[in-house]
């Protein structure tokens, strides 16, 4: 027999009467204890969902470094006797002079304002997470410390110097191609460099690349996927397209083809790896080899695209870091005669908007390779770089 509810309990009651009235009373609260358990322990299981799912609110790398912001305050308050949590405002506020007041053997901040800023966010995310009050950024007495911070130190924005299309190409001909083991590492760099600039993607969209997210495409070129980024954290994705190039050197599907067809060389051993390099020839002497066979048939989809090279010319299986292609942007720029100090892997995209707009093409068409939110900020990439885009002064007949 099935009970629906209390109910039908007391009517069994009436109904059979005696002891068999009893057990079945017994049984239903039995199973009602049960079922409370039951939907507690899954409650529990939701919870614990949820508190993963909210670890993955932030990038791995703003994580790590509201991590980072977070220990610092914890030794701060360790050394003046206050408990780091939960944070107190007026406490924030004497952290943030602190901070502010902190300078170098040779008189400069050490921190910049934007630190100051990031610390000020680590602390409001942290404290929130942990339990306390939303919102102590803009709390009154912090923001107003956090604002005349900004006021009184008026720091520009660094702005990497962009590398554009003639620089590129120089830092690709500089390289040792024909040479063992540096050809190897050369063919990465000259990928790396012309996909970062013809794609105009963030250092860290690259070196999370696969095989399989940059495919030929017969018509197009080469179709990269972006699986996320740090403005698509929830991955939807995008799809770029980088058209065949009228110059081998330049070509950044000839590229791919040199440094793939590298990274297959290097699974059947160091000699095949070694005749490749050194018939390579140098760029000048160079002609397309995007049309033959794909080298990436050969290879694991879900493989890393760039990774680093031993000095001995092997080709490793890890994936190359971001803090690496940084490295290798200042490196090449350094062999190709520059000044390296204010170049780095964000200058290729610098370099791609810039080289874009001073060819003629608008904010739009620019934004559909840069992903950026607004013409707003292209138009940061034409005061810093391109001054002359759209200006008035260019008609006075000076």
């Avoid at 009436?14 to 079922?35: F, K, N, P, T």
């Avoid at 720029?333 to 964000?346: K, Q, R």
Wanted: hydrophobic share 40%; proline share 5%.
């Amino acid at each position: 027999m099935q009970w629906s509810c209390l109910c039908g309990v007391r009517r069994s009651r009436l109904l059979i009467g005696g002891e068999e009235a009893a057990d079945v009373s017994d049984s239903v609260v039995v199973r009602q204890r049960q079922d409370l358990a039951a939907t507690a322990q899954w409650l529990a299981t939701l919870s614990g969902q949820a508190d993963e799912h909210a670890a993955h609110s932030l990038a791995p790398r703003t994580r790590e470094a509201y991590d980072s912001d977070w220990r610092q305050w914890e030794t701060w308050c360790e050394r003046f006797g206050l408990a780091p949590h939960p944070v107190e405002p007026g406490a924030v506020r004497l952290y943030l002079a602190d901070m502010a007041g902190r300078t170098r053997t040779d008189g400069t901040p050490w921190f910049k304002s934007s630190s100051i800023e990031r610390h000020l966010a680590a602390l409001s995310y942290r404290n929130y997470e942990l339990g306390g009050t939303p919102g102590l950024a803009r709390h009154p007495h912090v923001a107003a410390v956090m604002d005349g911070i900004r006021n009184t130190r008026k720091e520009a924005p660094l702005r990497r110097r962009p590398l554009l299309r003639d620089d590129v190409a120089r830092l690709v001909e500089a390289m040792d191609h024909d040479r063992w083991p540096a050809g190897v590492a050369a063919a990465r760099d000259t990928f790396a460099l012309l996909l970062g600039f013809a794609t105009a993607m963030r250092r860290s969209e690259v070196a999370a690349l696969r095989v399989g997210d940059v495919s030929r495409d017969d018509v197009d070129g080469l179709h990269v996927r972006v699986r996320s980024s740090k403005t698509d954290q929830a991955g939807r994705g995008h799809v770029l397209a980088v058209p065949y190039g009228a110059h081998p050197v330049t070509c950044v599907p000839c590229a791919r083809t040199r440094w793939l067809s590298l990274v297959a060389a290097a699974q059947v051993g160091r000699s095949t790896t070694m005749r490749q390099v050194l018939t390579t020839g140098h760029p000048v002497d160079w002609v397309h080899v995007c049309r033959g066979a794909d080298p990436a048939a050969g290879l694991g989809a879900s493989e890393p695209l760039l990774r680093p090279v031993t000095k001995g010319g092997v080709v490793t299986d890890r994936p190359l870091s971001s803090t690496s292609l940084n490295q290798a942007v200042k490196r090449r720029a350094g062999d190709a005669g520059y000044d390296p100090t204010h170049l780095g892997f964000h200058s290729l995209r610098a370099g791609m908007v810039t080289q874009a707009r001073r060819n003629g093409a608008d904010a739009r068409s620019v934004r559909r390779q840069t992903r950026h939110s607004s013409d707003a900020m292209v138009d940061v990439y034409d005061r810093e770089h391109n001054p002359l885009a759209g200006n008035a002064v260019v008609v006075l007949g000076l």
